[in-house]
């Protein structure tokens, strides 16, 4: 099955810093999505783009999505401890049936 | 709604015992899905119900796995006989379709050890 696969596996930054996460996937997505997991918790919805969306906004993340490339970024700007997480893509499977998670980046926000 | 709610939270259980996992989906919420998430392999999806039926279970590792979903607000995952591989935490989550705009809803997950 299709699966996202997000780079970096890590990223740690200052508190005020940018932080950028990419997602490639391999086979034509309708949607994309992204998510957030809390340590020892499940994971929170965050966004949805679709195939014939270039750019979309929601608060302070950022999320880009190009289908000639096959990639999807997420930018969380003036980034807080509090959005130290794992964030992971979700693309739908080869079947355009059911999201397929990616492995996520971890992301430490330092304060 | 309270959301989707998982029981137990924590459970660890010696090799060969029987493990019962319990979710409630949001109430509303047709489609239902089970995923195990672990360090090596990430978050796998292992059976998936629409409207309380078995749509896909293609990702339960073995025949120790079953799920059922007996009404709309209820669901298990069974375990039997349980094994220190399937040590991992399960997530229920629950959504009005497929691949819905507003994502899926996940429970808390339940972290099983089997020592």
């Known amino acids: 099955s299709q699966q996202g696969e997000e780079d970096p596996q890590a990223l740690s930054i200052q508190e005020g810093e940018n932080a950028t996460m990419n997602c490639s996937y391999k086979t034509s997505i309708n949607n994309l999505q992204w998510y957030r997991q809390n340590s020892g918790r499940g994971l929170v919805h965050l966004i949805l783009?679709?195939?014939?969306?270039r750019e979309k906004h929601s608060g302070r993340l950022r999320v880009t999505l190009d289908t000639s490339k096959k990639s999807s970024s997420l930018l969380i700007t003036a980034s807080r401890a509090a959005d130290t997480a794992s964030y992971f893509c979700?693309?739908?499977?080869?079947?355009?049936?059911?999201?397929?998670f990616g492995p996520g980046t971890r992301l430490s926000v330092l304060p | 709604d309270a959301g989707v709610i998982q029981s137990p939270r924590h459970e660890v259980t010696e090799m060969g015992q029987e493990v019962t996992l319990r979710c409630k989906p949001i109430?509303?919420?047709?489609?239902l899905f089970w995923y195990r998430q672990t360090m090596m392999r990430g978050l796998e999806l292992l059976i998936y119900?629409?409207?309380?039926?078995?749509?896909?279970d293609s990702g339960m590792p073995e025949d120790r796995f079953s799920a059922k979903m007996p009404n709309a607000s209820f669901s298990t995952l069974k375990i039997q006989p349980s094994e220190p591989r399937d040590s991992a935490v399960y997530f229920c989550?629950?959504?009005?379709?497929?691949?819905?705009?507003?994502?899926?809803?996940f429970g808390s997950g339940t972290r099983l050890t089997v020592v």
């Open positions: 119900f629409n409207n309380n039926v078995p749509i896909d």
């Open positions: 109430s509303g919420h047709d489609y």
């Open positions: 979700a693309t739908e499977d080869n079947y355009g049936q059911n999201f397929v």
């Open positions: 783009i679709r195939s014939n969306e």
């Open positions: 989550a629950s959504s009005f379709s497929q691949t819905p705009t507003y994502g899926y809803t």
